[in-house]
């Protein structure tokens, strides 16, 4: 048993109305690009090597910079990690700030590994340094 109102349907509509699914595909692009700028990624926080707006260190830092071959310089001298160590825990004692000058194309395993010793010699402030774009 057939309806007349199927039928009608069925025979007199040729074609589908896409404007309200194309409404909803951008209402729901438009939501997941809103919500995908509020996740938070945890991890330590660093200017990148280039920045549009970099704030400027008013005090003296002690520098630590990497070469482009990931070797490591502490006031301008080539040093090992292990006496980049034994540096850091100096300064830690004197409860100086650190500066560490990357060079753009350094590894950055590199750059984290010294971070992190700096952070497990007890200094609180570190940071990294950047050219204005």
Not at 57 to 74: G, P, Q, T
Not at 90 to 96: G, P
Not at 98 to 120: F, N, P, T
Request: glycine fraction near 4%.
């Amino acid at each position: 048993m057939r309806f007349r109102k199927h039928m009608e349907l069925e025979h007199g509509l040729r074609q589908i109305d896409i404007a309200p699914l194309i409404d909803m595909v951008f209402q729901l692009l438009i939501f997941f690009m809103l919500t995908s700028s509020f996740v938070m990624q945890t991890g330590i926080k660093i200017n990148l090597p280039k920045a549009s707006s970099p704030e400027t260190v008013r005090f003296e830092n002690i520098e630590i910079i990497i070469s482009r071959e990931n070797v490591a310089y502490f006031n301008g001298r080539v040093v090992t990690t292990q006496e980049l160590i034994t540096h850091v825990k100096e300064i830690a004692k004197k409860k100086l700030p650190i500066l560490i000058k990357a060079d753009r194309h350094a590894s950055l395993g590199r750059v984290v590994e010294i971070w992190d010793i700096c952070r497990q010699a007890g200094i609180s402030q570190i940071n990294i340094a950047t050219t204005q774009e």
